[in-house]
């Protein structure tokens, strides 16, 4: 099993040079192969916890656990064998093609400047094939879509072989069946996954559990149907939310009204 158990122990932030947090202690724990949805209103902190969970900035407090190791007490590299991310802004790599994109994320499994053999062309080329990007794999990345650019990104998060996946807003930039292929791919991953998403509805139908943040606090945490009630998704958001039944699917679909 490659999924790994991940918590957050009392995590928080705070920008240098300034005394506020921009989040405040915040707890979950991921139980292994689990979904957990981070939600809540723009500027709430979804991006800041993600930030501390892929190693980008360091707690300022608490500690983030893989199957009981702390994430920020590892060598980078053995962290990168742990925790892979897809972001939402991507730096263009500029001059490298689909594929060398997708290469890059086999370098924490190689040794110095090695290229990587079989093995590596093999792991590369499956997840090319997974995320429909073959006839794509010889393409300059700037000469991508957005959304193009954004399997490429799931692609070479998922040749990394992490334990852990995070994932910021990941149906950003998709057209609504690569949006369905890539929550599809998400649910059928055999990953821990930390997933940032702005759709309630696409929340509440993918996730485990969900982590409801506002101004940097936790609002709630817990299974979708307990966190995501119509009064505490109204007041976070600001508006009248509705919790519908549709029909004739029985499906729970919120709508809302300013
Ligand atoms: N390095 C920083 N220094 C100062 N403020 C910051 C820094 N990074 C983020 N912020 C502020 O912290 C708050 C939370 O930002 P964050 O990006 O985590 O929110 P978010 O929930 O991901 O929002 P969105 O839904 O808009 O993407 C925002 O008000 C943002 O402006």
Redesign the pocket.
């Known amino acids: 099993m490659r999924a790994a158990r991940l918590v957050a122990d009392a995590i928080s932030w705070t920008?240098r040079r300034?005394a506020a947090p921009?989040?405040h202690p915040t707890s979950f724990a991921v139980e292994t192969g689990q979904i957990l949805g981070v939600v809540?209103?723009?500027?709430?902190?979804?991006?800041?916890?993600l930030r501390m969970l892929y190693r980008f900035q360091a707690p300022v407090t608490g500690q983030i656990l893989i199957d009981g190791q702390d994430v920020w007490a590892m060598p980078p590299r053995a962290a990168a064998r742990k925790v892979a991310a897809v972001l939402q802004e991507q730096p263009s790599s500029f001059g490298l093609s689909v594929v060398e994109v997708v290469a890059l994320g086999r370098t924490p499994h190689g040794s110095g400047y090695s290229r990587g053999g079989a093995k590596d062309a093999h792991i590369v080329d499956a997840a090319l094939s997974q995320l429909d990007l073959l006839h794509l794999a010889g393409r300059d990345m700037v000469s991508l879509s957005g959304g193009e650019r954004q399997r490429v990104m799931v692609a070479r998060a998922l040749v990394q072989e992490p334990q852990v996946l995070v994932l910021d807003?990941p149906t950003n930039h998709l057209d609504i069946r690569h949006q369905l292929e890539i929550l599809r791919l998400i649910k059928d991953l055999d990953l821990t996954i930390i997933v940032?998403l702005?759709d309630l509805n696409i929340a509440a139908s993918l996730c485990d559990s969900i982590l409801l943040?506002e101004q940097?606090h936790t609002l709630a945490f817990g299974p979708p149907h307990e966190v995501l009630t119509e009064a505490r998704v109204s007041h976070a958001f600001g508006v009248q939310a509705r919790h519908e039944t549709l029909s004739p699917s029985n499906a729970k679909h919120f709508s809302y009204h300013l």
């Not at 809540?40 to 916890?49: E, I, R, V």
């Open positions: 920008p300034s921009l989040l809540g209103p723009n500027g709430a902190g979804k991006s800041t916890l807003e940032s702005h943040l940097g």
